[in-house]
């Protein structure tokens, strides 16, 4: 008990005699590079003892970025505390291009300002220019996440670490990457040539299409689906188009080609003539499709489907899905089952292009004379054109022709004899 009484009187002995119990701190933090030069735009934090009125023992303060002139201002105030000795050490913490230091200082016992210097740090002066010389001003230099604006001479200003770093500048939406490297102060040209570029949207046919493109942070309304600009810098200039509300991205890199097309997929594939044929006694469908235009997507072949169903039937009848496998170049079969004698099979076929439009269609044909059916194609876009009505020879056609052949050789059997008994 007496043990306790004497380590509490100890204690507030002292917390008595502590000059750094309860003060209020203010400085100047300064942050200086390998040659002693003051570097703006620097983070720097505060960690110190706040007392205990606050709960934590340390408290390291929000990062504050340094002015012109590499300072950045502090004012602290410790509470004290009569629970513990407190903690005299201010340690004050600057990063600049990822590299880190700290210098520790004594509470209410230092001079201002507060030097921390980065012995690896050194200035680059980052111009970007045109292919003539002129410089770009509010063009952006980006390196290592920190981007900057060149200002009315073209300069964008780092304090960066030795080593080799990439940079990406741009103007105008249009970028040049590259790479640099820092071994002492250093001052680097990025050099953006100027093009002449035009964008092209155009279905898959080659027709223009009124779309929109966004490029250079801008909007552009194409009415006639073709755009042009005549002075545009930079070795990447990302874009994107808008019709009817599918979207395509794209990267334009004039050095390799200063002109992009774009084209949507509009319209959708085509069925062929469809025949019915017979094969080791399976019925099948031989089904020729293709995805006509200079820059159509082509056939979903995956996707492909063959429905069926025997007549009659009634509209609730379920239909029953066919086998399907490609067997030639944009031809697909449809295998059937055995299927009854003396019967009509309905079919229906589904297909789409690998830009989503679809096409369908319908038929039939019979199991005791197989004929080709009707093209009824039907089309999320562009409707097909029709293929003519339906093909084959039915039975009573050819129950008809039989019988008009009959009397036409008859009448000439007829002629032949008339004229025989005239001789």
């Known amino acids: 008990m007496h ?32 040659k002693l030069r003051p570097i703006p735009n620097a983070s720097v934090s505060v960690t ?13 303060t929000p ?60 200035p680059l002066s980052f111009y970007v220019r045109d292919s003539l010389g002129r410089p770009l001003p509010n063009a952006t230099v980006t390196i290592s996440g920190t981007s900057r604006t060149t200002d009315a001479d073209g300069l964008a200003a780092f304090f960066l670490a030795l080593g080799s770093y990439d940079y990406m500048a741009s103007y105008m939406d249009g970028g ?79 050095a390799v080609s200063t002109d992009a097309k774009v084209v949507y997929d509009i319209h959708a594939p085509l069925f062929g003539e469809i025949r019915p044929e017979m094969s080791n006694g399976r019925y099948r469908l031989i089904i020729p499709v293709s995805d006509p235009g200079e820059s159509a997507s082509g056939v979903d072949f995956e996707g492909f489907r063959v429905d069926y169903r025997v007549e009659p039937a009634e509209a609730a009848t379920p239909w029953n899905q066919a086998a399907t496998f490609t067997s030639g170049r944009n031809v697909i079969t449809a295998e059937f089952p055995a299927l009854p004698p003396d019967s009509i099979v309905s079919f229906r ?16 044909f019979s199991t005791l004379a197989v004929q080709t059916p009707a093209n009824n194609t039907q089309n999320q876009t562009i409707t097909q054109p029709s293929t003519g009505p339906e093909q084959g020879i039915p039975l009573l056609y ?12 008859y009448v000439v059997f007829r002629i032949k004899a008339q004229g025989g008994g005239g001789g």
């Open 63 to 122: 990062p504050q970025q340094t002015n012109s002139a590499g300072i950045v201002h502090f004012t602290l105030s410790n509470q004290g505390t009569n629970t513990r000795a407190i903690d005299c050490n201010i340690v004050v913490r600057a990063s600049v291009s990822g590299i880190n230091r700290s210098v520790t200082i004594e509470a209410l016992k230092h001079g201002t300002p507060v030097d921390v210097t980065m012995p690896k740090v050194y």
């Open 3 to 34: 043990y306790r009484y004497v380590v509490m009187f100890l204690l507030i002995f002292g917390l008595a005699f502590a000059d750094c119990a309860g003060y209020n701190e203010s400085f100047d933090a300064r942050v200086l590079d390998a």
């Open 349 to 364: 076929v589904e297909m789409s292009d690998e830009d989503g439009n679809r096409a369908s269609i319908e038929g039939r």
């Open 48 to 60: 110190y003892d706040r007392g205990a009125t606050f709960g934590e023992k340390y408290f390291t």
């Open 176 to 254: 040049q990457p590259g790479s640099l490297e820092i071994k002492n102060d250093t001052s680097f040209e990025a050099v953006l040539r100027s093009y002449r570029i035009t964008v092209e949207v155009t279905d898959d046919l080659g027709n223009p299409l009124p779309s929109t493109l966004y490029i250079f942070n801008r909007t552009f309304n194409l009415e006639n689906g073709t755009f042009e600009y005549a002075k545009t810098f930079g070795s990447l200039i990302p874009y994107r188009t808008e019709y009817r509300g599918m979207l395509r991205e794209g990267m334009l890199e004039p």
């Open 398 to 409: 050819i129950f008809i022709g039989a019988i008009v052949a009959l009397l036409i050789v």
